[in-house]
């Protein structure tokens, strides 16, 4: 979750927007619990729709010619695939786009999620104790995801051939099998019961990328970095390689541009452990 952007325009803008969008969708925003994205690019608030059913607004704004694409569609197109996932996906209920100028607005409702996030930060700041049939779900629900053919594409083999040398210092790994992936699997969009949020960015990466990643954001908790490793046996193995060290490279990225500068040490020792392997 990010603050309001800096920009008052961008603020006024968006909220104003936001509003556009509950009346054409005839739903009624709700105090409390707004969530900014990156730079003001998204607007979340807790609405509730005409029939009194709880549901979640979210405007997405761009450019007017970048409005397509992977992470415009994402929502819609795992709407289309994944349906509710039984359950562990926030099911779409409806979606309006408008212009305005040169800027593309989505509207994107969606069944309200009751739980809490388990983590405000991608990063996990604490120690977290979940029962075994929750990492049981996460599983299944991931294994689930994975069996999905899409031509959606996550992460590129060219990134990969460019990004690992020059980050994790090995040539990029063969990968054993692509796979569908959630792609963004963090603490921020996990709750318990499990329900899994954000899928703007899903698509096609190297097997095991979720684990991958939903590791790398544990680094700062061992006992719960310890229990990825577990639930996720791929983690560690010659079929996982590829994706570790993709997302440690992307992470690892990350840092070099100032962010995530505190995973900086962690990030560093786990790719000496892959340059050994």
């Given amino acids: ?109 969606s069944a309200r999620v009751d739980q809490l996030v388990l983590s405000d930060d991608p990063v996990l700041q604490r120690d977290l104790q979940l029962p075994d049939s929750w990492w049981e779900d996460l599983a299944g629900t991931l294994e689930k995801v994975a069996a999905v053919d899409t031509d959606r594409v996550a992460v590129r083999q060219q990134y990969m051939d460019r990004a690992i040398p020059e980050f994790v210092g090995i040539p990029a790994p063969a990968v054993a099998r692509w796979a569908a992936a959630h792609s963004d699997l963090h603490w921020a969009n996990l709750t318990a019961p499990l329900r899994i949020l954000d899928w703007e960015g899903w698509g096609r990466a190297p097997e095991g990328f979720d684990a991958a990643t939903l590791y790398a954001y544990s680094l700062l908790q061992e006992d719960v970095a310890a229990r990825v490793r577990a639930a996720f046996p791929a983690l560690g193995s010659p079929a996982g390689l590829a994706a570790e060290a993709t997302v440690c490279a992307q992470l690892l990225q990350t840092v070099s541009r100032g962010d995530n500068l505190r995973l900086e040490d962690q990030l560093r020792h786990w790719s000496e452990e892959l340059r050994r392997r």
């Fill in 1 to 109: 979750m990010y603050s309001p952007p800096p920009d008052p325009d961008t603020e006024q803008r968006m909220r104003s927007r936001h509003a556009r969008a509950a009346q054409a969708l005839d739903v009624r925003t709700e105090p409390g619990g707004e969530f900014w994205g990156w730079a003001g690019r998204t607007l979340g608030a807790p609405a509730r729709t005409a029939t009194g059913q709880p549901a979640w607004l979210r405007l997405v704004s761009s450019p007017q010619d970048k409005a397509s694409g992977k992470l415009w569609d994402g929502a819609l197109d795992a709407q289309h695939v994944f349906g509710d996932l039984d359950g562990r996906r926030p099911a779409l209920l409806a979606v309006h786009d408008a212009v305005d100028d040169t800027t593309a607005y989505r509207a994107e409702l």
